[in-house]
């Protein structure tokens, strides 16, 4: 079948020959996890150019078998790719997937139906509006986020496109009042751990560069935003005639996993007629553990919350909740209503509660995430889902002692999560090299091919990131990175030592 | 397998596990394409809150065999959804999945790479310029929008997030001129076709609403873009001191499949430093048959060019090409260096000729699509794929055909590529009555779940839109809807003639 001419009659969607196409992806991703331990963690053929070299100039002009497809798969693009999937990537935050996650988004892709307005997939929407509740009950968030208390979510493929959809609600909130030309007066604060993602998102709706704050943070507040800071910035813009537009609010920062108090920054925030926003990408799964929903607390001063799944919660990519207080101040911003869009011969039936999502997001068409989202909570449930952030949690902890133990290693910032920030000590370099030292340390690993990690730089060092969260990272493969930290520490040590 | 409890120790990605809830969801979508044609096409049962009652109200405390959540996706899921994949489907624009589609999201889906910059998964940024190289040529694009011309493309998930990164750009590079305070004399055109996504963009990125020219359209130009018109308004602006920003022509208009004519309007911006993007959303998948590449003649004096492989080219979605003349003006407004991204130990290699995609969107995180498009394109070839294209085009050809031959009927706007928008002609009804005549047919036609079709106004006339492009759809089903539309009209026009 695979392997006949499909130029003349092409059925697209014949489903004996859909189940052998598929059939054959199954068992070559069944094989890829089999041996995903096997490759060099990140690419290790990392010259640009390279596959533009392996691949023909044109599409071919005509159809050819999966097999020979899959076959160019593992040859030319598999050992260019640097392997999420992998049990030893511990870089950036991981984006692991799993059987329901990948289950998931096989009903998403192969129904392919686009929720963008009720009547375009009605059990689509409504199971989305029903996950964000779950979710967001989950993770201990106030009623007033949910469906259920007068707020209400929506699944985004990011949380940069979360934040530009409340950037631009909060925008246009105050824009009403003020009028378009007090663009330029508007402020937005974060912290210099807030995600580079969101300045971007205040640029692109607007704001002026120069109406950014990135207020700084210390170790003194284990590099969270205090509301202080936040006040003495807020009150000298308004002082200079500045308008106060949006805070953000991360909980578990990228480069060192950190937390801002969302209450004192909340109510900092009401003070000055602010939007709050809290940034859980990463973080945000651990709240489904009553022992990190502590980090949410003060939550319902936020005017929007988001996290993503597809992160540290087994939902392969892509999936961010966003879960907003006031939907009308988001659709204001988002809402369009083309004569092609209108649902006729629908109306009467109840329309009012029936939500369009696409007046919640930036694009108008949209996949169905719920359904991946919705399989990944059935298939593993609540129970399950914990076991797993405390595995990785756990073993994060393991690390973050072994290495305090090893008196050449520092911990730099306490762990609150599964990221563990460390770095060679300094004593073993002058001041000046040991910068140097933990680059090549970094480097040294990452070339090993047997772990990716990546780094940070926090109050002028350089230091050395782990982030566990692997779908399939046990225990042996964190014991393995530490031993080939300090196989690699050694080696570079040396070459200071004399 | 399947129905042990997954509390204790889960294992998301054990590979046996893995192939036996892929395999499941296989056998389950291939039995889903074998019945489609038996659901309503349009989602039965439109009461909002329906699943949310029928679901707990929370996420379940253990996980549950991937059978049980099969049979509630039958049971409850499936009759509330509008059947994109019906070959009867034949609303709005067509979003066609294949086997091919479906086996590249599996692939992107299984593999789970987060491909935004460089380092993070150099095959997939590689493969994505290639494939989006192959398009291009396919289309018969100029080469100054192609990487081995000097410019460049990335795959976005919709045309709203091209149209939102190429008017950031735009905007960026005007400002920079300007003063970020001229931000409220930027004005941006259209027409009154363009797709309703161009404004909700426009206003993203903080251009005032009272500065979008929506410019009408007639009958006289087959409602395209007239460059006397564009020129009249932009004489306007001019003379009020405003700034000409970014025009909008589009290839195969929403309502109406109307073509605005690209090299023309090319040639008004050029006049007046306008930034041109071509929207060739739906229409733009035609281009691959020479036949049709005539609509994109001009392209060469666009700044971007857009097209969704996920609407009329079996690449299921998401799935949209970009492609811009001057990557450098697109990086400008887009990128972000943050120090947890630099990648540390891989410079030297080449650098400079590797893409970062994050600085070509909205988004940090980004999916693999280029491997989706990428099978799609190995798997049915130039010639499958242009033969798959003509099969909907002759379909509608005979539609078109067919409904003019009947008296009682009239096609409103020549079709230009698989969309056909027809009417019951006015004398069988007052001229208040025509529009709801025509309504009561769509409404009829609807609710009998044999079809699905939409509407447009033009002229203040309600008007049927039958959009040819399911993967499914046969000659056998656009001649069923032809029976279906005409025994509504016996129905509705009944009533109208006594």
Redesign the interface.
Known sequence: MGSLP?????????????????????????????DVDKYPV??A????????KL?PE???????P?E??LE??RR??????????SPSFF??FP?????????G???S??????PFV???????A??E??VVD??G??LGLPQRLLFSGGGGGVLQ?????AV?CTL?AA?DRALARLG??S??KLVVYASDQT???F???A????????NFRVIRTTSASGYGLTADDVRAAVDRDVARGLVPLYLCATVGT??LGAVDPVRELGEEARRHGMWLHVDAAYAGSAAICPEFQGTLDGAELADSVSM?P?KWF?T???CCCLWVASPGALTS??S???????N???DG???P???DYKDWQ??????FRA?KLW?V?????????R??IR?HVTTAKWFERTVAADERFEVVVPRKFSLVCFRLRERFAGDDAADELN?EL??AV??SGRAFV????VDGKFVI?LAVGG??TEMRHVMDVWELLQASADHVLRRYSY
């Open positions: 499909l130029d003349a009659s092409l059925r697209p969607l014949d489903p004996e020959a859909f189940a052998g196409d598929s059939r054959a992806i199954v068992d070559f991703l069944a094989e890829y996890y089999r990140r690419a053929d990392l010259e640009p150019g390279r596959l533009r691949l044109a599409a071919p002009e005509h159809g050819e999966m020979d497809i160019d798969v030319d693009i598999l050992p260019g790719l640097t392997h999420w999937q870089a950036y984006m692991n997937g799993s059987a329901a996650g990948f289950a988004e096989m009903l892709a192969g129904l392919n139906v686009a009720w009547v375009a997939s009605p059990a689509a409504e199971l509006s029903v779950w979710m009950t989950l493929g990011s949380t940069c496109e530009v631009a925008r378009h030309e663009i330029v995600h580079a993602t300045q971007k998102g640029r692109l709706v607007g704001i002026p560069p120069s990228t480069g993503n597809h087994l392969n990519a892509d911003a988002l369009t209503d083309p004569e092609y869009l209108k006729v011969g629908t039936t109840g329309k509660a029936a939500i930036i694009s108008l068409s949209r996949r359904i399989v909570l059935r298939r593993y449930g609540a129970v399950g889902l076991a797993h595995r680059r970094l480097t990452n070339a990546t780094h940070f730089v990131r779908a399939m």
